[in-house]
């Protein structure tokens, strides 16, 4: 009996041991995966919006790996794309001609940026006979701050 006890004792310390070596193992390659560098400039972003609006916050999993670099890419495209920015009362508006910009494209922002960024509220407007694009986001009080903050709005 002592010497059953002795063999599964050692089976547990050996599974504990195994579970512990794994766990450092998924640990280690998960804190690989990402680069330092986004890690850092995630931090501090992180630490920025929670120390100044603890209310607007983005959610980084809503989107997938691919959604977020397709995301991020038509980001960079309508940043650049930028023909007018009007500070609103609640917020600001992003105009855009339509021919730098096409109406699919815009809503195909506001999709995702809705899934991770769900505190926003989204206006798209087409305007001037179809020479405008307009999309407006607003929010709740102090939602202009992160939107400056966000969206380099100066």
Same mark, same amino acid.
């Given at each position: *009996?002592?010497?059953?006890? =002795?063999?599964?004792?050692? +089976?547990?310390?050996?599974?504990?041991?195994?579970?512990?070596? +794994?766990?450092?193992?998924? $640990?280690? %390659?998960?804190? @690989?995966?990402? /680069?330092?560098?986004?890690?850092?400039?995630?931090?501090?972003?992180?630490?920025?919006? *929670? %120390?100044?609006?603890?209310? !607007?916050?983005?959610?980084?999993?809503?989107?997938?790996?691919?959604?977020?670099?397709?995301?991020?890419?038509? @980001? =960079?495209?309508? *940043?650049?794309?930028?023909?007018?920015?009007?500070?609103?009362?609640?917020?600001?508006? #992003?105009? !855009?001609? /339509?021919?730098?910009? %096409?109406? $699919?494209?815009?809503?195909?922002?506001?999709?995702?940026?809705?899934?991770?960024? /769900?505190?926003?509220?989204?206006?798209?407007?087409?305007?001037?006979?179809?020479?405008?694009?307009?999309?407006?986001?607003?929010?709740?009080?102090?939602?202009?701050? !992160?939107?400056? $903050?966000? #969206? $380099?709005?100066?």
């Amino acid at each position: *009996m002592n010497q059953k006890k =002795e063999q599964f004792g050692g +089976l547990d310390k050996r599974n504990a041991a195994g579970a512990s070596a +794994l766990a450092l193992l998924i $640990a280690g %390659t998960a804190v @690989s995966a990402t /680069p330092r560098s986004n890690i850092t400039a995630r931090s501090a972003n992180t630490e920025k919006q *929670m %120390t100044t609006q603890s209310k !607007f916050y983005c959610n980084i999993k809503a989107l997938t790996a691919e959604e977020r670099a397709h995301h991020k890419q038509l @980001s =960079e495209k309508l *940043m650049a794309a930028r023909k007018e920015i009007v500070e609103m009362e609640k917020g600001y508006e #992003f105009q !855009f001609s /339509p021919k730098d910009v %096409t109406l $699919a494209e815009l809503a195909d922002w506001v999709v995702n940026e809705s899934r991770c960024c /769900p505190f926003f509220d989204f206006h798209i407007d087409l305007e001037n006979e179809g020479k405008l694009i307009c999309l407006r986001l607003t929010g709740q009080e102090g939602i202009k701050q !992160f939107i400056r $903050a966000e #969206f $380099a709005v100066q």
